[in-house]
């Protein structure tokens, strides 16, 4: 995604030059970064609160930081996942805002945006909150189809795992 607008990369640019902010490009989100994921939320939003004549500039702070819990969520398979995974939904907005707060001076409209956004667990007060809560899940719904479409095409099999079963049968002979 090109982020080439001079109005959200003068709001952004501090947050995303942070050292900490950076770390989230080493934390996998469904099948990117979380560094992508919060970029992509962030100026998504940020199209629509502008065009909407909505406060742009608080939703691209919050939506930056909206999961900034800086933990790797491990989603193998377990019989404690489905816990755990409601657990991580509930928390780590909790972790997003207080990460967030520790670096950053926060209004009321960026910490309402960073600790509802995983609707309907907390329901947002503000329609930038909404904007974002939004924005985030439509964006999840496509990651999640591109990495199951990478996982189930052929073509993608193919293309990533060229070797062949003939191959392997002569490996293991060999």
Known sequence: MNFADHRFMKVAGPL?????FQRMKHIKHH???????????????????????????ATIRGALLHDFYLYKFDKTFRLRLPVDALKHAVMHPVRALENASRLFELNELEKDIIVRHMFPVRVPRY?????????????????????????????YREQYNPVSFDQVRYNEAN
């Open 127 to 155: 329609k930038e909150s909404w904007i974002v809560s939004m924005v985030d899940k439509y964006l999840a719904v496509q990651e999640y189809y591109q990495n199951f479409r990478k996982t189930t095409s052929k073509k």
């Open 31 to 57: 099948d990117e970064s979380v560094y992508e994921h919060v970029m992509n939320v962030s100026y998504q939003s940020y199209k629509i609160a502008y065009k909407a004549g909505l406060n742009w500039e």
């Open 16 to 20: 995303i030059n942070n050292k900490e």
